[in-house]
C-alpha cells in the first residue's frame, strides 16, 4: 500500500516562489516513479514534472522548464517541486502521483501510468 500527503500550495504574487511537498509512505511496495500533475478550471490534467525514485533522468514539461524543479530527498521520503517566476498561468490545483511499475520515459506524462495520488494543494498566483 502507497500513501502520498501532500502540502506547501498557496497564494503568491507573480514572481514568487513556493515549494511542494509529497510524503511518501510505502508498505510492501517500491515505489520506481514520481511525478506532479496539476489542473486549472476547465481544464484536463497535465504533467508538470517527473522522476525516477532511484535517481537518473527528470522530465518537466516545456512550459515550467527553466523555472521548476523536482527532487526527491530520500532519507525523509518526501518528493519536492521547488516553483519560481511564478506566473498566473501556474495557477491550478497540483497533485503528487506515484507507480511501482516500470515506466517508459515516453509515458511520465500520462495520467494513467500512475496508480497513487494525492489529495492535491493548491496554487494561486496574481
Known amino acids: 500500500h502507497v500513501q502520498l500527503v501532500e502540502s506547501g500550495g498557496g497564494s503568491v504574487q507573480a514572481g514568487g516562489s513556493l515549494r511542494l511537498s509529497c510524503s511518501l509512505s510505502e508498505y510492501d511496495v517500491t515505489i520506481n516513479c514520481m511525478g506532479w500533475f496539476r489542473q486549472a478550471p476547465g481544464k484536463e490534467r497535465e504533467g508538470v514534472a517527473a522522476?525516477?525514485?532511484?535517481?537518473?533522468?527528470?522530465y518537466y514539461a516545456d512550459s515550467v522548464k527553466g523555472r521548476f524543479t523536482i527532487s526527491r530527498d530520500n532519507a525523509k521520503n518526501t518528493l519536492y517541486l521547488q516553483m519560481n517566476s511564478l506566473k498566473p498561468v501556474d495557477t491550478a490545483m497540483y497533485y503528487c502521483?506515484?507507480?511501482?511499475?516500470?515506466?517508459?520515459?515516453?509515458?511520465?506524462?500520462?495520467?494513467?501510468?500512475?496508480?497513487?495520488w494525492g489529495q492535491g494543494t493548491q496554487v494561486t498566483v496574481s
Open positions: 502521483a506515484a507507480t511501482e511499475r516500470t515506466v517508459l520515459s515516453a509515458l511520465v506524462f500520462d495520467e494513467t501510468t500512475y496508480n497513487y
Open positions: 522522476t525516477y525514485t532511484g535517481g537518473g533522468r527528470t
